[in-house]
């Protein structure tokens, strides 16, 4: 099985220092994950390379920013990431696709009871995960709360959830978080507001509302 893992308009570019501010994961945990198991492990079966270096920096796309925050969540409820791995080369190979994490009939397959996390199909399971922690439904929930779907296949991310506004579009500035129907960037935002500029006065500047003015302000302040 040979996957294509190209750069791309419209499939998103995130350095790791973009996904540590998305995700609100540390740096270093991120790097890790990234070359250790989808540049390491997953890239030697399925694609040649998941990342590339832009400026320097090492880059992902957009379904495998998807994959890493579902596989952090999955590693912080205590699944041992040796079942994971084991669990992502089958799942590729289930569905033929190099980011089954990021599918959305996929992911409908997870259930939970207890410690275990285990995928489904056919009232038959196919995948099980044995953790060291209670595991609620919310882990999987969060998936669907934060995450649009187009044809299947993740297509939109909402950091702080889909209630607020702050987006990550591959089709609109490479990815990068935006105010939900514009392309400014929440850090535009943030910046104006610590320099002393009132929330009326952005507002009015850039046509937005108080709720978009304090939705960016809120996604900034939290991944600072």
Known sequence: ???????????????????????????????????????GKFSKDYVHNYSWIIDKSRAVNFHTLIELDTFIKLTDAGIPIKNLIRAHDILVKRFSHPFPLAHKSVMSRVKTAGKRVFFEEDGKIIVSLDGTNQITSNLITHFYEKVDFVDDLAERLWPLGKKNDIVCDPK??????????????????????????????????????????NNAIRFCSQAA
């Open 1 to 39: 099985m040979d996957f294509e893992n190209k750069v791309a308009l419209g499939k998103g570019i995130y350095t790791m220092r973009d996904i540590s501010t998305i995700l609100q994961v540390p740096y270093h945990k991120v790097f890790r994950y990234i070359s250790k198991y989808w540049d």
């Open 172 to 213: 609109r500035q490479f990815g990068y978080p935006t105010i939900s129907g514009t392309r400014i960037y929440p850090d535009t935002i943030y910046d104006l507001y610590k320099n002393g500029e009132s929330k009326k006065f952005i507002a009015e500047s850039y046509d937005l509302t108080i709720r978009q003015i």
